[in-house]
């Protein structure tokens, strides 16, 4: 079963960036999607981008045009490169995974229950 630990949160203030990566152990597929997700207390948990494991990339509405996913294969890593930060982007940032499939498109259309693995969480906060 693949294991997966985000790092990389923190504070940052309004315009800022951050960079969290997602490192991945037991990590047996040769076909995959790999994702970032993120919630806040009591909400959904909303898609944020998403790659394949031939590097097409998708992204939630919202953070498209300011947030690069990336992968390093070498490392076993993913990237979620974050510019531009606002309030709004204050969530806990999941990284995700699932075995097979591709995506084409540069919309997030995958949900929550279309990926079977999970890591932790990192915190991201943005201030004024």
């Known amino acids: 079963r693949v294991q997966l630990v985000e790092s990389g949160g923190g504070s940052v203030q309004t315009g800022g960036s951050l960079r969290l990566s997602c490192a991945a152990s037991?990590?047996?597929?040769?076909?995959?999607?790999m994702a970032w997700f993120r919630q806040t207390p009591g909400k959904e948990r909303e898609g944020v981008a998403a790659?394949?494991?031939?590097?097409?990339?998708s992204y939630g509405d919202s953070v498209k045009g300011r947030f690069t996913i990336s992968q390093d294969t070498a490392k076993n890593t993913m990237y979620l490169q974050m510019n531009n930060l606002a309030p709004e982007d204050t969530a806990m940032y999941y990284c995700?995974?699932?075995?097979?499939?591709?995506?084409?498109?540069?919309?997030?259309?995958?949900?929550?229950?279309?990926?079977?693995?999970w890591g932790q969480g990192t915190q991201v906060t943005v201030s004024s």
């Open positions: 995700a995974a699932r075995e097979g499939a591709s995506q084409n498109g540069d919309t997030m259309v995958m949900g929550v229950t279309d990926f079977t693995n």
């Open positions: 037991e990590f047996a597929y040769s076909t995959y999607i």
């Open positions: 790659i394949d494991a031939d590097g097409n990339a």
